[in-house]
């Protein structure tokens, strides 16, 4: 089981709140990342971050935030939620490359978001 | 259009017997090819990887397999019991960025029954 953390798991708000979602590893991984993902959908990597200070947009457009001040903590920021937020949020993490030159991406058990 | 594509999309089988998932995917160029277990409500688990030398990979029960030259990958499940019951999501790694881009497939949703 891998040491990757993700708080709350399920959340319920309603329209125009701040949320955070939490990630924490304790494995001393270098990079991180978050995708959201629909039921019966593929992983759409929304941010990730090679280390502290460094934070990229992913692939899919997200109007949601992260910060990496801690090697170990990325946490993901909606400013105001809105219905259209409504998914899953998984967070991950990676670090010695393996053989064959890409690290193993290790993942949290996802947050459950539902935007009423 | 997705590069990573699975087939059955889902797949009901009884404990005991065995199951062949596929993965087509027109990713490149490839560096590797992972097969995750994703239970329900939780993160994905990875299962097995391969590289482009390699054509065959078992863990316990698991067996995947890899032609990288028609692009294809299955992953075998031998035996299977209720606890198999997830989804299983083929991702693909390229190896034209850095970061080592992750292409995942929207997974085939296996159900066992006892």
């Known amino acids: 089981e891998a040491d990757i953390y993700q708080t709350p798991r399920y959340l319920v708000i309603g329209t125009g709140k701040k949320i955070t979602l939490e990630c924490s590893q304790t494995?001393?991984?270098?990079?991180m990342y978050w995708y959201q993902q629909d039921p019966g959908m593929e992983l759409h990597l929304i941010h990730y971050?090679?280390?502290?200070?460094?934070?990229e947009k992913g692939d899919l457009s997200s109007e949601s935030t992260v910060s990496r001040i801690r090697t170990e903590h990325f946490p993901l920021t909606l400013e105001s939620a809105r219905p259209s937020h409504t998914s899953q949020y998984l967070c991950?993490?990676?670090?010695?490359?393996?053989?064959?030159?890409?690290?193993?991406?290790?993942f949290g058990p996802g947050t459950r978001l539902t935007v009423l | 259009k997705n590069q990573v594509e699975q087939s059955p999309q889902s797949l009901i089988i009884l404990e005991g017997k065995n199951c062949t998932l596929q993965?087509?995917?027109?990713?490149?160029?490839?560096?590797?090819l992972r097969w995750y277990k994703q239970d329900t409500g939780r993160g994905p688990v990875s299962l097995t990887i391969?590289?482009?030398?390699?054509n065959t990979k078992s863990n316990g029960r698991y067996t995947a397999t890899l032609d990288a030259d028609t692009k294809q990958s299955s992953l075998h499940i031998t035996a299977s019991q209720l606890s198999d019951s997830a989804s299983y999501i083929c991702v693909v790694s390229d190896r034209g960025s850095t970061l080592g881009r992750l292409y995942f497939g929207r997974g085939t949703q296996l159900t066992v029954w006892p």
């Open positions: 391969m590289t482009f030398s390699e």
């Open positions: 971050s090679y280390g502290v200070n460094s934070t």
């Open positions: 991950a993490s990676s670090g010695t490359a393996e053989r064959g030159g890409r690290d193993t991406q290790y």
């Open positions: 993965c087509n995917y027109t990713v490149s160029p490839f560096s590797n």
């Open positions: 494995m001393g991984h270098d990079k």
